[in-house]
Structures are given as C-alpha cells and as structure tokens.
C-alpha cells in the first residue's frame, strides 16, 4: 500500500469537524462515514458541509439540483 501523505490531506480537507481524529487519514475518514451510511465531507460544497448532514440523500439533493 501506498505510504499515507496526511499533511497533503489535510491541507485539502473541508471538513469543519476540528477535534476529528481522522482527518488527513482518508482511508479512515471513508469507512467511518461509509458504516454511518453518510460520506465524508470532501463530497459536499463548503455550505453543505457546514451543516453536518452528510447523509447519501442530501448528497443526492446536492448534485440534483447543480447542472454539470
């Protein structure tokens, strides 16, 4: 497996949730998300994210309404 560049990831993460012990881990970010049935906050625009619902239904609301 690829070496984990935390830093890097951290540097990129939108995630608000500041005492998040995963952050920068994305591997681990994914699967505790996953297991909650939400996904992280990486998948949602910074105002999304902010709310805290990252339920796989507000992502569907999310990108239904955004035109690609």
Known sequence: ???CKVEQNKAKCNCTYEPCPRKG???EC???HWQSGELP???FPKDV???YDR???RFIQ???KKRF
């Open 25 to 27: 881990i994305c591997c």
């Open 55 to 57: 339920s796989i239904e």
């Open 1 to 3: 497996m690829k070496e």
């Open 62 to 64: 999310t990108y239904q």
């Open 30 to 32: 994914i699967r505790y």
């Open 49 to 51: 994210e902010r709310t």
């Open 41 to 43: 906050a990486c998948y």
